[in-house]
């Protein structure tokens, strides 16, 4: 396996985790599918991140997933499945640090190898279609899965309830175009 990726960056979250957890988000570059509308669209480009290593990945994670506050580890980008071992390998160092995982992919859930479904206990699945955004998934033909089950109804979920108040409140705010 090669041990470098396009990094990008790691941050602290509060809106990115289904249940709405403090979550550190790991952003990686590169995606082939190229969405129009995508939200991280910077990241599409596998120039747009830095060769890092695997190891000094997980390093500095290691640091910051020890703060008590901090319950998920997001990754995000670009798409974690052009470097699917790398995404195994940090998944479980995660796992290790006590943090649930979250994988946000243009793939197809059934297109995951398992090793890849294994390591994650939600995938939020499939491209971005603009024109059909929604509140959580981003749009409405992507799939969210726990712990390997589809999640029937979205409105459930945390994140969905703060994603529509924070819609809601820019509409009444009037920052909506």
Not at 12 to 32: E, H, K, M, N
């Amino acid at each position: 396996m090669d041990r470098s990726i396009p990094f990008v960056r790691m941050d602290v979250t509060f809106a990115d985790d289904p249940l709405c957890r403090s979550s550190l988000a790991l952003y990686v570059a590169g995606c082939p599918r190229r969405c129009r509308g995508c939200h991280n669209e910077e990241l599409q480009s596998p120039d747009a991140g830095t060769l890092t290593e695997v190891d000094f990945i997980v390093q500095s994670m290691k640091e910051v997933a020890s703060a008590d506050f901090i319950k998920a580890a997001v990754f995000s980008g670009g798409d974690w499945m052009l470097y699917p071992e790398a995404y195994v390998e940090i998944a479980g160092a995660c796992r290790k640090f006590g943090l649930s995982t979250v994988l946000y992919t243009g793939e197809l859930y059934e297109d995951l190898s398992q090793r890849v479904r294994d390591a994650s206990d939600w995938v939020i699945d499939g491209p971005f279609e603009e024109g059909r955004e929604g509140i959580f998934p981003p749009s409405t033909n992507q799939h969210v899965f726990m712990n390997g089950n589809l999640v029937d109804d979205v409105k459930d979920l945390p994140i969905y309830r703060h994603a529509s108040e924070q819609h809601l409140a820019g509409i009444v705010g009037g920052s909506e175009e």
